[in-house]
Every structure is written in C-alpha cells, then in structure tokens.
C-alpha cells in the first residue's frame, strides 16, 4: 500500500481528476439539453439522443484540448528543467506523458462513438417526423421552413430525401466523416504489432492529426442541430404553445418558432494546443536546419551503427535522447534514439540497431552492408531534434540506482556510466550517488563488444580510485551455441571473463530478480532506491511487480521507485 501510495497516487489522482472532468462536463451537458426551453421542439422529434449528442461532443472537445499537450516534447522538457517538477513524484509523472497521451486517446474513442451512434439515431428521427406516424407536432415542425422568411428545425427536408446523399453533402455529415475515418486509422496503427513491425506506418497515419483537428474545427459550422432563437422564446411561450400547436401564427402568444444552430465552440477549445503544436513544429524546423557534422560511423558486428555526430550548441544530459532524420530516406520521417556520449564529451553519438525499414535504409545509405568506405563528405545528411528528457536523466537523483537493460535498451545507461567515468576522473567532484546496481541481459555475445570497453574502463577508474563498491554490474547472457558453451566452460578459470573481458564473470541464463530484490534490501533497509528499466514491456511489468512487493510498509524503511523509458 505504502508503495502505491508513493508511486502511483499521483498518476491515480490527475486520472481520477481526468475521468471526473469527464463526467462533469457530460452530466452538466446532458442536463442542459434535457431541460433548456430552447431544445424543447428539438427535443420532441429527437428525445434523449439529442443530449447524448451534445454531452459526447463537449467531452471530445475536453479530451482534443489535452491531447497534443503529452506529446509535446519540448513542453515537457521545459517542465522536468523547472523547480517545481524537480525530483518527486510530479518529475515521475513526466515520464508518463505517454500513457496518459493514451488514456485520453480512450476517452475520445468512447466520446466519438457514442456521438456517431446518437446522431445517427437522430438522423433517422428527423427523417420519420416526416412521416404520419410521428404525430402532428412533429410533422408541423418538420414543415417549418419551407415558406419564405422561416428558418427550418429537421435538416432533412421532405420524408422522401435519401438521408445518407443528404448528410453527406453537409458541412456536419461531410467532416463528421473525416474525423472518423481519420480517428479510426490513427487508432488502429497504433497498437503494439504496428508500431514495433511497421513504425512507417504508424508515423504518417498519426499526421491525419492535421486534418481531425481541421475537421473538428470546421464539423460545428454545419449546425445540424438546432433549437429556438433567445428572441423567440420572448414571443413564443413554449410551455403553452407545445400543447396549441394548432394555434400558431393565430394567437399573439404563439407565433411561428423561429430557429437556429450554435454557432462553432470546437475551435475554442484547440486553439490553444494548435497554437502550442506549432511552436513545437518551428523549433524542429530551426533545429532542422543546423548544420550536424558527422565525425565517426562505426559498424558493429552484433548490427548496431555507431554515429558521432557534432553540432553547434548542442547541449546534453546523461540518459537524454533524440530525433534523427536522414532527408536522403525520407523529408517527413523522424526517430528517437537514446544518447550513448556523455555530456562531458566534446561530441554527441546514438547506437542504431537494424529493426525495421528506416532503420535497414540508413544501414545502405551508409554503406553497412556493402563494407564500403565512404569519404566524411559523401555521408549522408542528418537532422537531430533534442535532446529531451527521459527517465534514465533522474539516476543522479538518488542515492542508490539500478539500471536495468535488455538488448540495445543499454543506450541510455552508456550515457549515464560515461557521465559517472567522467566525473570520478575530474577532481573535488562529488556524486550524490552512492551506489550503481547494473544489469545487462543479452542474447548475443557479440552485442557486448562496444559496451564492455567502457566497463573496463570504468571497472579500472573505480578501483584506483578505491570505490570498487560503486558499481556492481551484472551481465547475463541468454542466448549461446553448443561451440561457445564449449569456449566458456575451457576458459571459466581465467582472471578475466572470456567474454567481456570484465573481471566480473558473465551470468548464463535470466536473472533471478526476487532474489536480486531482496538482497538490495537487505543491503540498504533505509534508503529510497531508483529502478531504471529500458527494454521490452513483458519485463517491465515483472520488475514494476518486484519494485512494489519488496518496498517496506513502513515509509522509513527501503523504497523502490520504478522509472520506463518511454519515447
């Protein structure tokens, strides 16, 4: 309990806070609707799915306003650098801008159905107040309009009208239908198969943004629902006048309704995360437009690229990341990678593992495959947008920090354990932290080649510097053939690990992490202790499991406080 409480009241809290706005906004919408003298007559061919109608669409205009703020980088960048987001729990919240980027991308999905489903339950409710069946009230509502100087309640005109033609040659139906096949392509390529398979994809039908955004502000400028004019309810005594239809235009307190729609509020409520998006978008074009040099590329057997890169102005904190583009594979695409140098180092450098078609294509044009040497001015270009803040950036926050990597998911920890290096070879330079927990699993050895010298170098630094307690790190690897088995197991006496080449012998096979857990608390009962993870989701949710169930109820005692990278 104590826990939750510590982890994740916050996150509870702004979602409960979210979900209450919701409720709120829908109940105090409905309401309106039900009861507004205005909607009456509306309300009498319409029923109820006229305030389903209205409540859902100021809940979608609620959650489009908070949409774009998670995603905006370098609002949140801002944020973790302010005093007031500085360590604790609102800094934590930072780093799941993503999740609730999804939680509100739910509540839309859920708003935007229940709309469609009530207008068009309400499309058909105009269109039988045409017919006999409706009543005579109806078919007199449904009649105004139709002589000059009257303004009409059913957008469907004659019961004869083809209502699906009709509505879609409206202002209303035509962008109605764009917001929702835009949505539901947004949607559907962003789950887990798309993203990770065909992250292209993904990428481009997330921009259909732009023309949900265009269409939502437009989608109120069609008025498809109506109610009376403020001067017509002056003349015109509803509570009457409903029940004396047959009295209209013959008595002096019911004359002819006259009707209007609301004038567009969707604009309203964008306008300011428009506005804060295109900011966004003119400091990537400026960002775009400086000059990065490329000063070393590097080609690791295990398929990862080394790029360094220098670019003027360019300033870093450990565990940072960025986005590149390569304008030679395409003008519009941009990916994140975490930062492998550290900020005390005069260059900046990423590792970029070959997983999908952008990342294959910026092998080739670096000519990976061929093994072909190409001269520093044949490279192609690239753009870099950041650094931004992540997670692995508050490990110099605690006094005792775990770094967790699976695969290339050690990116942000090179930075960090550079930054470490550095720092116990510059002098009168003093770490608030005093411990680094490390583990590293792997499946291919070869992955290790371009991580181990820095180990060796840092395991060195550490014991001249007489603070071999400092790091213990841990390095499992999953995954060898019966030749390499065999390799190991004739050189398992040697000083050094035939492997790494690390003092500190490699683990075969997964980690025991409940035995990993309880040891750490038991070696600091009292501290509050940083987990920091970068790998896939599956071993992410067992360390979030284990982080909670070996923190102490007691608030003085050991804490776990679990940290994802997410981009």
């Not at 409706?134 to 078919?139: K, Q, S």
């Not at 004659?158 to 109605?176: F, P, V, Y």
């Amino acid at each position: 309990m104590m826990y939750w409480i510590l982890n994740e009241s916050l996150s509870v809290i702004l979602f409960l806070l979210w979900l209450g706005m919701n409720l709120y906004l829908f109940v105090d919408t409905f309401n309106w609707y039900e009861d507004d003298d205005a909607y009456l007559y509306t309300r009498v061919m319409l029923g109820s799915t006229l305030a389903w109608a209205r409540a859902s669409a100021t809940c979608l205009n609620f959650n489009f306003l908070l949409i774009l703020l998670p995603v905006s980088r370098n609002l949140i960048s801002f944020l973790r650098g302010t005093s007031f987001c500085y360590r604790g729990v609102l800094w934590r919240q930072l780093d799941k801008n993503i999740t609730f980027h999804k939680t509100v991308a739910y509540g839309i999905a859920v708003n935007a159905t229940i709309h469609i489903i009530a207008h068009l339950v309400n499309i058909e409710r105009y269109h039988l107040s045409h017919s006999k069946q409706a009543g005579e009230l109806n078919n007199k509502l449904s009649s105004i309009g139709k002589r000059p100087n009257e303004s009409y309640l059913n957008p469907i005109r004659t019961h004869d009208t083809n209502t699906i033609s009709e509505i879609l040659t409206t202002t209303a139906g035509m962008t109605g239908l764009l917001i929702t096949v835009s949505l539901i392509l947004i949607m559907t390529s962003s789950t887990d198969i798309i993203t990770r398979s065909f992250y292209e994809v993904f990428w481009y039908t997330h921009h259909l943004f732009i023309v949900l955004f265009i269409g939502l502000a437009l989608h109120g400028m069609g008025r498809f629902i109506r109610g009376q004019t403020p001067q017509s309810l002056l003349l015109h005594n509803v509570t009457y006048c409903k029940d004396h239809y047959s009295e209209w235009e013959t008595t002096a307190q019911c004359p002819m309704p006259q009707f209007s729609g609301n004038d567009p509020a969707a604009w309203k409520w964008v306008l300011s995360p428009v506005i804060l998006y295109i900011c966004e978008r003119m400091i990537r074009l400026w960002r775009f437009q400086q000059e990065v040099v490329i000063t070393k590329v590097v080609s690791h057997s295990s398929g990862v690229l080394e790029l360094h890169m220098k670019k003027r102005g360019f300033k870093m904190a450990a565990g940072q990341y960025i986005f590149l583009q390569c304008p030679s594979i395409s003008q519009l695409e941009w990916h994140p990678f975490t930062l492998t140098s550290a900020p005390e180092e005069d260059f900046f450098s990423v590792h970029i593992r070959s997983v999908g078609d952008w990342t294959e294509a910026l092998f080739s044009v670096f000519g990976v495959k061929e093994k072909v040497f190409q001269e520093p001015w044949k490279l192609p270009r690239l753009a870099v947008d950041g650094p931004f803040g992540a997670a692995a950036t508050d490990v110099f926050q605690y006094h005792i920090s775990i770094c967790i990597a699976a695969g290339i998911g050690v990116t942000p920890f090179a930075s960090i354990l550079k930054s470490i290096w550095y720092k116990c070879c510059t002098l009168n330079t003093e770490l608030s932290l005093g411990k680094v927990y490390f583990y590293w699993i792997c499946r291919d050895p070869s992955a290790f080649e371009w991580f181990a010298d820095l180990l060796c170098l840092l395991e060195a630094q550490m014991a001249e510097k007489g603070k071999a307690h400092f790091l213990s790190y841990h390095i499992f690897l999953t995954g060898w053939d019966e030749s390499q088995a065999t390799h190991i197991a004739l050189h398992n006496d040697e000083k050094v690990d035939v492997i790494t080449g690390l003092r500190q012998k490699t683990f075969y096979g997964r980690p025991n992490w409940d035995t990993e857990f309880k040891r750490i608390a038991e070696n600091h009962p009292g501290d509050s202790i940083g987990v920091f993870f970068c790998g896939p989701k599956t071993l992410s949710k067992i360390l979030q499991k284990r982080c909670k169930w070996y923190s102490s109820s007691d608030p003085r005692g050991v804490q776990f406080y679990y940290n994802k990278e997410s981009f």
